[in-house]
């Protein structure tokens, strides 16, 4: 149950970087017992936790088992209601084997506020190396996922003008599979209450599935990918100069209610703000490069 926790506070110099609320390896929970950290709960009272195994690890010696034995753990988001949030974790699916999830709107569960789901891996056997999520903005969507090798799952949702607009993007094995934009809410339009947690549910007798790292971060990119393209920005006299080695697209700033201060499509690998107008304060700046989009925080 490692954690790490950090405070980002930007002054004069800014730089995009994945400030992590928290990170969970599996390691620190003794193995075959209950991974019940409190970054994880049960649906209801003795609904049940994962379990800690050693049978697969994608990094070190143990992952999280959620079998075919009715447990009903849920990984606790925090109920976000503004910000930019990237969470992410690895999958492991054995052949012949299920795997289930939801996104639900707040923690704790009481009566459930499904947001997005039912989320299948492998749907009863039928379907091997093919998932589904039944219940998006965008309907019924279909991925692939590869069984018996350890995959990346991410989402990257953007609370950043508050949950009513709130948007989401949603990867499998590193392929979108909600594209970023997409609503952050059910095929209904029912907005969520928050990001409240992943619900990994044993649906059945042949749910056998491993998760292990898991990070919840403030921030709304790979930003493995957005560091490779160079961008680095600093602040001089009330304005925001940002550079990158890849055509930055488009700049736009938000203030702490969400409120968009600034927008501007750039198309160049170099762009200055001019924030001198602005109120001192906490600003989002969100950038596209080549389409990927990140997202920091600076402090005028």
Not at 7 to 28: H, K, P, R, Y
Not at 58 to 70: N, R, Y
Not at 140 to 149: C, K, Q
Not at 152 to 157: A, D, P
Request: charged residues 15%; negative net charge; proline residues 3%.
């Amino acid at each position: 149950m490692k954690k790490n926790y950090f405070l980002l506070a930007i002054l004069s110099f800014v730089m995009v970087t994945m400030n992590a609320q928290w990170v969970d390896n599996i390691e620190e929970y003794a193995t075959g017992n209950a991974v019940d950290g409190e970054n994880f709960v049960e649906w209801g009272p003795g609904a049940g936790y994962g379990t800690s195994s050693n049978v697969y690890a994608f990094d070190g010696t143990q992952s999280m088992l959620v079998g075919g034995d009715g447990v009903d753990p849920v990984v606790d988001l925090g109920n976000k209601i503004f910000g930019t949030w990237y969470f992410s974790f690895q999958m492991y699916v054995p052949s012949d084997k299920e795997a289930y999830m939801n996104v639900q709107g707040t923690v704790p569960i009481a009566g459930g506020e499904w947001v997005i789901g039912d989320w299948y891996f492998n749907q009863g056997l039928l379907s091997p190396n093919v998932g589904t999520i039944s219940d998006t903005a965008l309907g019924l969507v279909e991925f692939d996922f590869p069984h018996d090798e350890w995959f990346k799952v991410e989402l990257n949702v953007d609370i950043s003008l508050g949950i009513a607009l709130a948007t989401v993007e949603i990867k499998v094995n590193g392929s979108d599979v909600v594209p970023a934009g997409t609503a952050f809410t059910n095929s209904g339009g029912t907005t969520a209450t928050a990001l409240g947690g992943i619900n990994i549910y044993s649906v059945g007798p042949n749910m056998e599935a491993y998760f292990d790292d898991f990070i919840l971060a403030d921030s709304i990119m790979d930003t493995q990918d957005f560091a490779t393209k160079g961008f680095r920005s600093a602040m001089s006299n009330g304005t925001l100069t940002m550079r990158a080695q890849e055509n930055i697209n488009s700049v736009a700033v938000y203030n702490m209610l969400g409120q968009q201060v600034y927008n501007a499509n750039v198309n160049a690998m170099q762009s200055s703000v001019d924030m001198s107008n602005l109120s001192n304060g906490t600003y989002i700046v969100k950038v596209n490069i080549n389409g990927t989009e990140g997202s920091v925080k600076v402090i005028r």
